[in-house]
Nanobody
């Protein structure tokens, strides 16, 4: 059974940083595409970043380019989302998701993932 567990969320001031972790059990993330999504109250779930096995590029939404970085630690079966220069509009519940690899942009835009984590709250406020 596939399980994804996010951690690392919290309350941070504008301009601050957080690193989210997504740790998997039941699958080896290195062979999968992994997406980070977020959903703020009253808004649709948005693809923030997708990283996919076999594809050299990582997709980032325009709203986070230059501030967020996704990476993998295969030894820990974990994918990270480093978030820098956080803004109040980054406030949301952040989810990770995993599925068979496809082009990262396609994965993030279509949001077609078979496995999702439970989410972790990120609040950016002074």
């Amino acid at each position: 059974q596939v399980q994804l567990v996010e951690s690392g969320g919290g309350l941070v001031q504008p301009g601050g940083s957080l690193r989210l972790s997504c740790t998997a059990s039941g699958i080896t993330l290195d062979y999968y595409g992994v997406g980070w999504f977020r959903q703020a109250p009253g808004k649709e779930r948005e693809g923030v970043s997708c990283i996919s096995s076999g594809f050299g590029s990582t997709y980032y939404a325009d709203s986070v380019k230059g501030r967020f970085t996704a990476s993998r630690d295969n030894a820990k079966n974990t994918v990270y989302l480093q978030m820098n220069n956080l803004k109040p509009e980054d406030t949301a519940v952040y989810y990770c998701a995993a599925d068979l690899p496809r082009h990262p942009r396609v994965m993030c835009v279509r949001r077609e993932f078979g496995s999702w984590g439970q989410g972790t709250q990120v609040t950016v406020s002074s």
